[in-house]
């Protein structure tokens, strides 16, 4: 079975952009391309924490909803949140009211702060994580890879919450840090060198 489908543009892209009609603009636009902003990055940390074991439909449905939910996920603010804010946030329809999942968040964010102080960004210590090409698998063979495997391990050992190696690896490709868009899909090319013009955080 061929890894790619055609759109209804007649361009060819990964097979998995077909699943949803909202899959095409994120699969273009978003998906691989290299992110270097600590807000962005832990907005992405955060949905791939909630998007364990739901569909990326339900988080790309639901994603405007809890950036608001969330302070466009800046985490300084949202490591202010108290009991009351949880609370409130289980009840609100809007996002994903899994109690676990919004206690990660609030966690994380706290986290985030400390490893801001001593790492200084969050793009900084996640891109030191970027495989080499060499140690790459073909794409979308994986769903999780040594690089995933350290990254959530030094996580997890600083205290964050949801941040397996699968979520990890999920970060990995929607973040840039790896290219897997399959060969022969459109957007492999423009990922490629938006990730060679990107300049690595330091």
Not at 98 to 108: E, P, T
Request: aromatic share 10%; hydrophobic share 35%; proline share 4%.
């Amino acid at each position: 079975m061929s890894e790619t489908t055609v759109g209804p543009d007649g361009k060819s892209r990964c097979r998995w952009s077909d699943a949803a009609p909202e899959f095409i603009d994120y699969h273009d636009n978003e998906w691989g391309f290299p992110v270097g902003d600590d807000h962005k990055l832990f907005e992405k940390i955060c949905l791939e924490g909630f998007q364990s074991g739901l569909s990326w439909r339900t988080i790309l449905a639901k994603r405007e909803n809890l950036r608001t939910a969330f302070h466009n996920f800046d985490y300084d603010k949202v490591a202010l949140f108290t009991d009351e804010d949880r609370d409130r946030l289980l009840q609100d329809a809007g996002i994903i009211r899994h109690r676990g999942k919004i206690d990660a968040a609030i966690n994380n964010a706290k986290r985030a702060q400390e490893l801001v102080k001593a790492e200084g960004s969050l793009a900084a210590f996640i891109w030191r994580y970027e495989p080499w090409e060499d140690d790459l698998a073909e794409p979308q063979t994986l769903t999780a890879s040594p690089a995933s495997i350290a990254l959530s391990k030094d996580l997890k050992k600083r205290g964050w919450k949801f941040v397996g190696p699968t979520t990890m690896f999920a970060l990995m490709q929607t973040m840039g840090l790896i290219n897997d868009h399959v060969k022969g899909c459109a957007t492999r090319e423009k990922v490629t060198e938006a990730r060679r013009d990107f300049k690595r955080p330091e």
